[in-house]
């Protein structure tokens, strides 16, 4: 009896929260736009290929010392 009323009562919050959230976010209830960085598929394109273009270049593998917080470069042998 204690169960059914604790799990109704999730499923309700949680779809209270689904709604509350899809219609802030998606309905724009305060107001605003979509940035044209996401609604703008040239923009999309343009960095997918940046982000995918090789060879990708990085400085060597780093080692941090948690305890003093140092940074030290890792030298191959």
């Known amino acids: 009896m204690t169960a059914g009323y604790i799990a ?8 209270i929260a689904y709604l509350c959230d899809t219609f802030v976010s998606d309905k ?3 107001g605003g736009s979509i940035p044209k ?6 923009w999309w394109q343009a960095t997918d290929s940046k982000f995918q273009a ?3 270049t990085a400085g060597p593998p ?3 010392n948690p305890i003093s917080r140092q ?3 890792v030298k191959s042998t």
């Open 8 to 15: 109704g009562s999730l499923v309700g919050s949680f779809a």
């Open 28 to 30: 724009k209830a305060f």
């Open 71 to 73: 940074n030290f470069i």
């Open 54 to 56: 090789w060879p990708r």
């Open 37 to 42: 960085t996401v609604s703008d598929k040239e």
């Open 62 to 64: 780093v080692i941090m």
